[in-house]
């Protein structure tokens, strides 16, 4: 089982360098910047609506504290403020509100175009238009009431956990451990359901619930492991005082791209499992030499390649990559590649 996971986890980073995912991630946290401050806007008042704007404020602040310090958080804090400020007139509010869910989505828009990528949505299968772009805009602010969902649904488990352990603390000792494992695991349930729903939802490509619960529980084991990881970095690391005034912003930033960069890993794991174990197994998919070796033949110069590489095309297997998406080259080959090249010294 182990010697499984550890080729699954192989093929996932290869397939996470193949498709350049660390530029990817980059694009995810500029976007999430922007977005972050709209959609904790949104949903912090569906929360707060049924629970109270304080105890929601306060639940999402001790999560924030958690993951990226008192600093980072007081960051998110500010831009929450800043961005909440009510409008005057009807035409503004609705203008207004018409913009935080735009800049809430805008997020989702990139989440949905890294996935198309990595589950290699051809481009002529991909929708465009008016009404696409308004769908997938309606898509994305459903997954932003999910999260308001789940983060009540946090809340009140936190919330029962807390008010058990005020009445066991005295009767089990050990209470307080039993507790903490517990908070983890309702921390891990909440996010492997997030995870799931962007996993199946956001993609234009038809993907098994199966292969999307696998690679949504890694991929939040993934989140909670770094979460600590990345929390012991911020807290003895001097990023704060070394960028001034904008430490909090940097925090945010590391932290954003981070995450990213996990969730690509596990949407790659998920594509790598489905491809080998899961739902398209089937299909003819080779993981193995990476996913450029999924592409048709490309044209070259010559008339009588041009003829064999449309001839190898047509007969290519049913997990090719379309012809419309361009060959890249993998970076380790070519990485590989510049060290053989000899070196020259110019002419003096």
């Known amino acids: 089982m182990f010697k499984r996971f550890f080729v699954l986890a192989k093929k996932s980073v290869n397939a996470w360098v193949d498709d350049y995912a660390p530029s990817m991630g980059a694009a995810i946290s500029y976007y999430t910047v922007f977005s972050m401050a709209p959609l904790l806007i949104i949903v912090l008042s569906v929360a707060g609506f049924i629970w109270g704007r304080e105890a929601v404020e306060g639940q999402l602040y ?86 308001a969902f789940l983060l009540m649904v946090s809340l009140v488990l936190s919330a029962g956990l807390a008010a058990v352990g005020s009445y066991a603390t005295d009767l089990f000792p050990g209470w307080e451990v039993l507790m903490r494992l517990l908070n983890m695991a309702v921390s891990l349930a909440v996010t492997t359901v997030l995870f799931a729903l962007i996993f199946k939802m956001m993609p234009q490509a038809k993907i098994a619930w199966r292969d999307v619960w696998v690679g949504a529980f890694v991929t939040a084991v993934l989140f909670e492991v770094g979460k600590l990881l990345i929390g012991l970095y911020i807290g003895k690391s001097s990023v704060t005082s070394s960028f001034a005034a904008a430490g909090s912003l940097v925090i945010v930033l590391l932290w954003v791209y981070y995450a990213a960069q996990v969730f690509l890993l596990g949407a790659e794991f998920t594509w790598v499992y489905a491809n080998e174990h899961g739902s398209r197994a089937n299909e003819g998919v080779d993981t193995d030499t990476g996913k450029q070796s999924n592409l048709p033949p490309s044209k070259s110069d010559d008339p009588a390649d041009n003829a064999t590489g449309t001839t190898a095309g047509n007969a290519g297997s049913a997990g090719a990559k379309p012809a419309s998406i361009p060959a890249v080259q993998p970076l380790m080959p070519r990485l590989a590649s510049r060290k053989q090249m000899p070196y020259r010294r110019s002419a003096t």
């Open 62 to 147: 001790g999560q924030l504290t958690s993951m990226i310090g008192t600093e980072g958080a007081a960051g998110v804090q500010s831009l929450i403020a800043s961005a909440d400020k009510p409008a005057a007139g009807i035409v503004a509010t609705i203008i207004s509100v018409a913009v935080l869910i735009f800049g809430a989505t805008t997020v989702f828009a990139e989440l949905q175009s890294a996935l198309d990528r990595i589950w290699q949505v051809p481009e002529d299968q991909k929708q465009s238009g008016i009404l696409s772009t308004i769908r997938a805009r309606l898509l994305s602010f459903g997954l932003v009431l999910c999260l």
